[in-house]
T-cell receptor
Framework: DAGVIQSPRHEVTEMGQEVTLRCKPISGHDYLFWYRQTMMRGLELLIYFNNNVPIDDSGMPEDRFSAKMPNASFSTLKIQPSEPRDSAVYFC????????????FGPGTRLTVT | AQKITQTQPGMFVQEKEAVTLDCTYDTSDPSYGLFWYKQPSSGEMIFLIYQGSYDQQNATEGRYSLNFQKARKSANLVISASQLGDSAMYFCAMREAGGGSYIPTFGRGTSLIVHP
């Protein structure tokens, strides 16, 4: 089975533009997580879903960030409008039901906002 | 307060030697899981090993073992017979059952460099 798939792998955009990051979790995994990684703040959990339902979005930094999971095989993280401080690597991860299962990470999307 | 603490920002080890990466955690939840991930310079996050709070024995996966000391709330990763390819960032993480929320928390990581 393929691992977690993220697209695009790299995104360069100008401040003020809308950015959409995409994720396809591992088939059969009930949990999906979005993380942001920066040198300053490390790995931060932004939001996670269980069975397509957002469970905790307390890590979403601002209203400019939104995430959706319309079905079990697809999720998006949108930033509108983007700002230079949003530059980071964004990871999507998924895990099986059970809650204490390990997460499998996608390759990440490196976002640069100029 | 930090839930996961990794006090070693950087570690160096000679090839073929063993190395221990420290991790302490803070939780009042009796049900939790502890994880280690490896992030090589290419950037992907790779799951290495898992220890459940109720597990009686320390977890092992090949050259990786987890030294779980529950009373001391530590979950150190031991890598035996280090290889050059082990050079990477290593992250300790915890998921607490927390009434069903299972929110994961990651430490800041330890950079490991393996010398030939």
């Amino acid at each position: 089975d393929a691992g977690v798939i993220q697209s695009p792998r790299h995104e360069v955009t100008e401040m003020g533009q809308e950015v959409t990051l995409r994720c396809k979790p591992i088939s059969g995994h009930d949990y999906l997580f979005w993380y942001r990684q920066t040198m300053m703040r490390g790995l931060e959990l932004l939001i996670y879903f269980n069975n397509n339902v957002p469970i905790d979005d307390s890590g979403m930094p601002e209203d400019r960030f939104s995430a959706k999971m319309p079905n079990a095989s697809f999720s998006t993280l949108k930033i509108q409008p983007s700002e230079p401080r949003d530059s980071a690597v964004y990871f999507c991860a998924s895990s099986l039901a059970g809650g204490l299962d390990e997460q499998y990470f996608g390759p990440g999307t490196r976002l640069t906002v100029t | 307060a930090q839930k996961i603490t990794q006090t070693q920002p950087g570690m160096f080890v000679q090839e073929k030697e063993a190395v221990t990466l420290d991790c302490t955690y803070d939780t009042s939840d009796p049900s939790y899981g502890l994880f280690w991930y490896k992030q090589p310079s290419s950037g992907e996050m790779i799951f290495l090993i898992y220890q459940g709070s109720y597990d009686q024995q320390n977890a092992t996966e090949g050259r990786y073992s987890l030294n779980f000391q529950k009373a001391r709330k530590s979950a150190n990763l031991v890598i035996s017979a280090s290889q050059l390819g082990d050079s990477a960032m290593y992250f300790c993480a915890m998921r607490e059952a927390g009434g069903g929320s299972y929110i994961p928390t990651f430490g800041r990581g330890t950079s490991l460099i393996v010398h030939p």
